[in-house]
């Protein structure tokens, strides 16, 4: 989902991913990724707000890995939360 200040609190929809696989600086998810979903912000709720972990680059055609996502450099996750 992607995140907008003005948004509610909770996502509305299927929000729910489970990570797969990890490759260095890739995560595999088992969320299903169409046209249009690259660049969007895949994000993890933790006591403190919404943080971005990584943004989806790729759907993947066959296998339990549907999608694939690249995680971000910290000072690129700082960058984003000092927004």
């Given at each position: 989902h992607a995140f907008r200040r003005d948004a509610p609190a909770?996502?509305?929809g299927p929000s729910l991913c489970s990570q797969l696989a990890t490759?260095?600086?890739?995560?595999?998810?088992d969320c299903?990724?169409?046209s249009g979903n690259s660049g969007a912000?895949?994000?993890?709720?933790?006591?403190?707000g919404w943080a971005v972990v990584?943004?989806?680059i790729a759907?993947?055609?066959?296998?339990p890995v549907r999608s694939?996502?690249?995680?971000p450099s910290d000072d690129l996750r700082q960058r984003i939360?000092?927004?």
């Open positions: 909770q996502p509305s490759q260095p600086g890739l995560l595999g998810f299903l990724a169409v912000a895949l994000l993890q709720r933790s006591d403190s990584a943004i989806m759907a993947s055609a066959s296998g694939w996502a690249v995680v939360a000092a927004e």
